[in-house]
Every structure is written in structure tokens, then in C-alpha cells.
């Protein structure tokens, strides 16, 4: 069992990087998994993220992806002061800025730049409400404290730290090289007041022999004088867990000779593609996901339009690839194709935007046609949890919704799923072309089997991740001091 901190003071310890994608995400569950494991009670915590790949809690507030997989590492419900500042890009400078889980503001980044200061109140609000019900808090950074460019305003590195008083460890990712100099470096550029605020370091993603790398780490300590906390090999299993940005999406891609090939063409606003993961896990399923600037394969059953944070000029993307010119002769040939939210209204007729929600006031877009619905992006934004059957196959489903916008049409009295007392989605009437709003249907082993056919194997998908985080827990407990972790988070500054 672990030493139960006090219970009015939390001990809490924030896990930064030397850059982003170098595992924090990661790190962070393994550990609130192994310290749940202990029978203490953790909370997840990241002041800011920025991601489309958002979850929906149960009381319809946003958060970022990792964090309701850390949730569910620490066996706690998702909630909204787990991640209190989400930003979801939507263009090349500017954001949907998302608030204690509501839409707050879309603003261009030096504008955000400029308000950042404004949302600490918010951050540590939602910092101090975790607290009260946690024996452990640990906070995830976001990119790197070097980034010192950014530090003047920043809540989500050392201005978050510094703010809340909390010890810091820093993760290197040795996996894509130049790790000393990226530890090395960060001490160099920080003050020293910050520099003592990281209280050791740890390597990430090591292949081989781990003692191979005892000179890099004699040199890293002499530069900094940092410990190391630890050297944690790589973990094949994380392919398992969600991922939460799009860099995952090529990570344990199938190359089996599989029995049904789904193709993904990856927009360039793609998001909620955590839809993807239980596919990418199904050993019967090739899942291939098509950059920019290739042709989708001629021999797919499926293209699968995920779902996108900017519908209108994620359309215009997809007809610049020529993927418009694929998936019509996809269907020409017999293929089918599912859209989900921002991909189902894709499939419609026409897309509008009355109110230049996307960009223009009146902008109207040519969809692609396959669905006889029309989508207008006006309303306010919906984010539910939600349960309900698939129409076609009488499967139970639960997933969430999370979109602005309304699509009607003829081909919605076909639809493809019933949620309580209303209906969701359409289809042809072939029934080879559909489109839903539900996003993480695809968890739903029942109705993933009937919708996939006879390939579909027996996989049980929710258990397969929780296992997977029960074997991170144990990778890390061989390769960092969980005790001496813990001392760290209990130690005041």
C-alpha cells in the first residue's frame, strides 16, 4: 500500500517534457494506474491541451482525450476540471478556446496569447476542486518548458507550476534522439528558480539495454544535476490506449493479410479519431489511414470519413486529394461508406453556414452527395453522452455527440441509429451509404460485430485497455521508484 498523504493536502506531482509526443500522456496513466493500484485516490489533471480529439463527460463538458483515459487509469469518472483549458484548432492560427468543459471563446493564437493570464483563475480553480477529493494529484504539462517564448501568461508549464507550487519531473523521449541534448538544453534556457523546481528526470521509449545508456545518464546528471528517476523501456502495449494526437494515428497500423480493408483519408482538421482505435485493434480489420497527397486504395470495403473540427474547409481538403473522385468510384463499384459527424455531413448535398461559424457568414459548400441531407451549421454545440441501437442490426451502442449543427433530409427517414426518444443519422436506401453523429460507437463490441460482419473477431475492446493499463502500471513500477515518486509529490518546495 502506498503512504496516504494528508487528506486536506494532497501531494501532487506534475510531469513535464522536454518536447511534445515524448509520452507525458502515457506516463501519466501508468502512474494513476499503478498509485490506484496502491488504494490511493489520484486525479488527472492537465491545465491546458490541445487536441480535436475530445472526450464528453457525463455532465456534456469537454476535455481532451488523454485525460479520460488517465480517468479511467485512476478508476474515476471523466470530469471537467481534469483538463480546465482545451484549445481545438481550427485553422492555422486560430482555436475554439473551451472553458471548465463549454465553448468559451474562437480565438486567433496572439490574441489567446494575449488572454491566457485570464484563464489561470479558471486552471487553478479547477486544480484546487480536484484536490479536495484526491489523495494524489498528477498534472500533465503540455509541450515543453523551454519554450520559453511562451512563458510570459503560461498556464500549462512552469507558469502553472509555479503558480500552484508543485515538484516537477521532466520525460525525455530517447526513441527519436538527441535526448541529452533536449535534457541538457532545458536546463540551459530555464531560470534558475524553474531549474529547481525539477526535482529529476526521466528517459523515455529506451530500445536494448538499458545499461548501455548509464554514460548518458552519469552525463546528464553532471550537467544538470538532476537525478534520473529512472529509464523506462519502450512499451509496445500503448498502441492499445487511445491515441490523443494525430501523430498516433500511423502507430500499429494492421499489415495483415486482413479480410475486411477500412480506409480512413486523414483530413486535415481530423478529429475524434479515437473512433479509429477499437478498428485498429480488431486483428480481422486492415486499417489503413491515407495522407494528404495519396489515393485511397481501389480494394477498400469501407472508407470511414471521421469526423472534423472545420466540415467546410476539411470538404474542400478532401476534394483537392481527389479523394472526392475515389469514393465516387468506391461506390460506383459497390463499396460502402460511413461518415461520422463532421464525415456524415460531408456525405450530404450541401453544406451552409449562415452565421460564419466556420468562416464566411452565407458560405455554402457542394457536399459530396451520397446522402440526400442537407447540413446547416447553426445552434448551439451539442456534447452528450448517449446510448441507443443501431437500427439496421438491433445492436445496443453507447457513445457521445459533440458538433454544431443540424442536417435534415429524405434520406433521414432511414435512420441509423434511435437514441431514447429521437433518431440519429440516415442512409441510403441501399443501405451501402451512412452517416451518424455518434462518435465511439465502435467501443460497442456487440454492435462493431454486427456492423463489421462475419471478419469481426471476439475482441473485447474496453477490456483490452484496461488491461493494457494495468501492464503500463507494472512496466513502470520495474523501471521507476513509485515510492521515491511519491515522496517527491509529498515534499513541500
Sequence with gaps: MGTQPDPA?????????TGSNVGKSVIVAGLARAYANQGLNVRPFKPQNMSNNAGVTEDGGEIGRAQMTQALAARVAPSVHMNPVLLKPESETGAQVIVQGRRFAT???REYGARKPELMGAVLDSFGRLGKNADLVLVEGAGSPAEINLRDGDIANMGFAEAADVPVILV?????????????????????????????FVINRFRGDVSLFDDGVREIEARTGWPCLGVVPHFADAVKLPAEDVLGLEEGRSANSARLRIVVPQLGRIANFDDLDPLRAEPSVDLIIVPPGAALPGDADLVLLPGSKSTIADLRHLREQGWDIDIAAHVRRGGSVLGVCGGYQMLGVRVSDPDGIEGKPGDMTEGLGLLEVETVLIGEKTTMSVQGVHLASGEVLSGYEIHIGRTQGTDCARPFARIEDRFDGAQSSDGTIAGTYLHGIFASDSFRRAFLGASCSALDYRTGVDMALDALAVHLAAHLDLKQLLQIAQKAL
Excluded: F, N, W, Y
Design 9 to 17: 493536502e494532497p501531494a501532487c506531482l506534475m510531469v513535464q517534457g
Design 172 to 200: 525525455g523521449d530517447i526513441d527519436r534522439g538527441g535526448v541529452i541534448a533536449s535534457i541538457v538544453g532545458t536546463h540551459a534556457v530555464l531560470p534558475d528558480g524553474e531549474r529547481q523546481r525539477i526535482r529529476g
Design 107 to 109: 480565438m486567433k493564437a
